[in-house]
């Protein structure tokens, strides 16, 4: 048991600071949350994947609210693969999106997003209020100060991605 909780800090600390080598410290919101779309990738697997030659595309649908704070991740691996980061205009341009974060000025569009996200086995992002609830897969939450995250495994499982049981460990709130 002391065990796995030192695992368990030590995986929270790394979840935080995943991007911390390229800031002094993270002091935004989303720093956190850029650091935690990062080691997201380290905890999901795609079936569509098997060449790690591919890269792994890094969607931002929407109103950017990283400014430039996704940069460093240009060129990192994530499980052998390297992580492109495209900002696409319009629906049309998704295709090829591993991971999608869904910007809250697409909130509007959320059911067409989700839908289309779950076809071509997308991981769906966001901190869209009960993006969780509303179908989506990871959805970040404030608990005072502190940024967490909750995770729909139905939702996952129904694009045919699969998610870490270590990254559900760490999750305030699973959906099954």
Request: charged share 25%; glycine share 6%; hydrophobic share 40%.
């Amino acid at each position: 048991m002391r065990d796995h909780l030192k695992y368990l800090i030590s995986l929270v600390l790394s979840l935080c600071l995943g991007l911390a080598s390229a800031h002094a410290s993270i002091r935004s919101e989303y720093e956190v949350k850029a650091a935690f779309l990062y080691n997201f990738t380290r905890f999901v697997s795609w079936p569509h994947t098997e060449n790690t030659s591919e890269p792994l595309e890094v969607c931002v649908f929407g109103d950017d609210p990283f400014d430039d704070l996704l940069d460093p991740l240009r060129g990192r691996k994530s499980q052998g693969r390297e992580l492109q980061l495209r900002y696409p205009g319009d629906v049309t341009n998704l295709a090829g999106c591993d991971v999608l974060y869904i910007a809250q000025s697409q909130s509007r569009n959320l059911d067409e997003l989700l839908k289309l996200a779950q076809q071509q086995g997308m991981l769906t992002i966001s901190d869209l209020p009960d993006f969780v609830r509303k179908g989506g897969m990871v959805g970040y939450v404030k608990q005072g100060n502190v940024i967490r995250f909750e995770i729909s495994l139905k939702a996952a499982t129904e694009a045919g991605l699969t998610i870490n049981s270590r990254l559900l460990e760490l999750a305030v709130r699973v959906v099954r």
